[in-house]
């Protein structure tokens, strides 16, 4: 059986426990041993260990339930938004991207009122009206695209477009300064046919639409 060697000890009893858990000697949702028991297991006194366990508690691992022990409820730690973002690379954001947005345009088509057609039909306008200015295209993309997943009326998918903005913000305007578009008008009618299917309340055309432009948009940065 592992046990601590160093300090700080109860960050260490923790990385233990940790690695117990990802090897699956714990099923989720089950009781952990005692604390005598665990304690005696990895070297350390209780305070050490209840210390431990307060810190998997605090990163959603455990949880400790009065009177009745300390149970398993995950099986890792879930490392935040921020984190994952600037460990992804580019085109694993665009899949995402793919994902929730051909949804969200779906569900936009089935359930947009007159003010999200006339909130995209305005971000569009300025999209077109953006001029030459990289940053100021990619904002101007990017809040038309925010308007769609709005019409979505589905608040766990714009939270989740909302924290891939800096992320492909970055990348886009990186990518447009080394290699601009070459159709701006081609470019610009995609976006167009995505705002007519969603006006139409074609959930199919409008996932298509938003699928096929994210698609291309893919394929640019992998090419």
Known sequence: MAQVQRHPLAAQAAEVLLTRIRSGEWELGHKLPGETTLAAQLGVGRSTLREAI????????????QGAGVFLTALDVTEDWDTVLRRADIL?????????EAEGAA???RRRTPAD???MLRALTARAEAGDSVEAL???DT??????????????LIEMFNAFVPRSRHAMIDMLRIRP?????A???AHEVLYDAVRARNPEAAATASRVHLTSLKAAFDS
């Open 92 to 100: 694993t954001v665009i899949e995402a991207r793919i994902a929730i």
């Open 187 to 189: 470019d610009h009618d």
């Open 181 to 185: 578009a070459l159709d701006k008008h």
């Open 117 to 119: 057609l006339r909130n």
């Open 138 to 140: 990619v904002d101007a």
């Open 107 to 109: 569900l936009a088509a």
């Open 143 to 156: 809040a038309f695209h925010r308007t769609v997943v709005a019409a979505a009326h589905n608040d766990i």
């Open 54 to 65: 307060r810190e998997l508690a605090g990163r959603g691992v455990l949880e400790s339930r």
